[in-house]
């Protein structure tokens, strides 16, 4: 919504300046008309390309744990009777995230020229999610924003530990392969060259796996700009990959086919999507757009696409649980949707399926790492044992190298 400066005298003479949310400058000169201002003069506020400019570059670190604590203490304020611009004002003193902090300044100014939380969160897109500006509108017409305040602060934090788990899952068996092929490669390039050398003055032939081992750090070093240049084009080919809507959903399709990994990323999927789809429907928000926001929400654009096919489905006046796809959700989850539909509770039984799904997460990222673990260090100490026979097997033979 456009903004406009103006310069009038309040009912008490006193002149005023200040800026305020309107269609038009008619409609801005009659809001300001109702609250009893006169000699009103007006001009459109170059405000906004200002502001949004200001966030453009930092938008996307506000992370689902900064939205719980936002929401959290707009909750708690709201509660003890303070408004809403008051309360953003003291939000944005003390939250930790100092980007939505000052998009939290600048939410505050929207809201005192008569603008709806809703619309002024609306306006933020790359800080506040289209989830949170639905929830906040549908509170706004219901008048139940505290309540709906708590349910997203829930959802938040729900969010963010299911995020949290699966990170750990893929993170921990990632992290440890990238520490163990750094320390190979640290060998054979600094280690494996002074033995080579050594042995190279010696002047005899060596082990297969002695040899095999020296021929590798040669490759190593005399290859290592083509390597890094090829991990580079990798990595950023995989990044140019994903943002393209085919090439994303062929790697979010080979992700869900990975054993172990696929049924953890996709039971986290479903989680997020239907914790998503609760909160919406018992917020009042319609479901065919709650559909739309909660596919988005999932964060895998096979689910995602599934979704939306549903959706369709759903417009035409079919069931929801018809119209989800076997081959991506599980029966569990259809069959609970089918209840919910039934019996009208259809936001309690997601509510119920989404525990149940993060709970199957947990375990499995804990049973994960915990079969995993013992694999990992057997497979890394082969490796070192490896490295360390084949350097010292010629010292075995030291006797026959000296004298040759």
């Known amino acids: 919504m456009p903004k406009f400066k103006y310069e009038a005298r309040d009912r008490y003479g006193i002149k005023k300046k200040g800026i305020i949310a309107a269609e038009i400058p008619e409609q801005a000169e009659e809001l300001l008309k109702n609250r009893g201002f006169q000699d009103i003069k007006i001009k459109l506020s170059r405000e906004k390309k200002k502001k949004n400019s ?31 611009a008051d309360a953003l004002e003291v939000i944005s003193k003390q939250i930790p995230n100092s980007i939505l902090a000052k998009t939290l300044k600048l939410l505050q100014e929207d809201v005192k020229t008569g603008m709806s939380l809703s619309k002024a969160m609306e ?16 509170a706004e017409e219901s008048g139940n924003l505290d309540i709906v305040l708590q349910r997203a602060t829930v959802y938040y934090e729900k969010i963010s530990a299911i ?151 759903v417009e035409q006046g079919k069931n929801l649980y018809i ?5 991506v959700f599980t029966p569990i989850f259809i069959s609970m949707v089918k209840v919910g539909e039934e019996t009208g509770r259809l936001d309690e039984m997601l509510d119920t399926i989404s525990d149940f799904f993060e709970d199957e997460v947990s375990k499995a990222v804990d049973g994960l790492i915990s079969t995993i673990e013992p694999f990992l260090m057997v497979f890394i100490g082969g490796i070192v044992g490896f490295i360390i026979v084949a350097l010292y097997l010629p010292m075995f033979k030291m006797g026959d190298l000296i004298n040759r």
């Open 54 to 84: 200001e966030l453009k570059l930092f938008t996307h670190k506000v992370k689902e744990k900064d939205l719980a604590i936002f929401t959290r203490q707009l909750k708690a304020m709201i509660s003890a009777g303070i408004g809403i």
């Open 123 to 138: 306006r933020y897109p790359k800080v506040f999610p289209k989830f949170l500006v639905n929830l906040v509108a549908s």
């Open 323 to 327: 119209s989800l796809d076997e081959e």
């Open 163 to 313: 995020k949290r788990k699966i990170i750990s899952a893929s993170l921990y068996p990632v992290a440890v392969l990238v520490i163990a092929t750094l320390i190979v490669l640290g060998i054979l390039a600094f280690i494996v060259p002074i033995f080579a050398k050594m042995y190279l003055e010696m002047g005899a032939s060596l082990p297969i796996f002695t040899q095999l081992l020296i021929t590798l750090s040669d490759v190593l070093k005399s290859n290592f700009l083509y390597i890094l240049v090829f991990i580079i084009a990798f990595f950023t080919g995989v990044s140019y990959v994903k943002k393209i809507e085919k090439g994303r959903k062929f790697i979010h399709s080979f992700i869900l086919k990975l054993p172990f990994l696929g049924e953890i990323f996709r039971k986290g999927a479903i989680a997020k999507f239907a914790r998503t789809l609760s909160i919406l429907v018992s917020s009042g928000v319609p479901i065919l757009r709650s559909l739309e926001i909660a596919a988005t929400v999932s964060g895998n654009a096979v689910i995602e696409n599934a979704v939306e096919n549903a959706k369709k489905q």
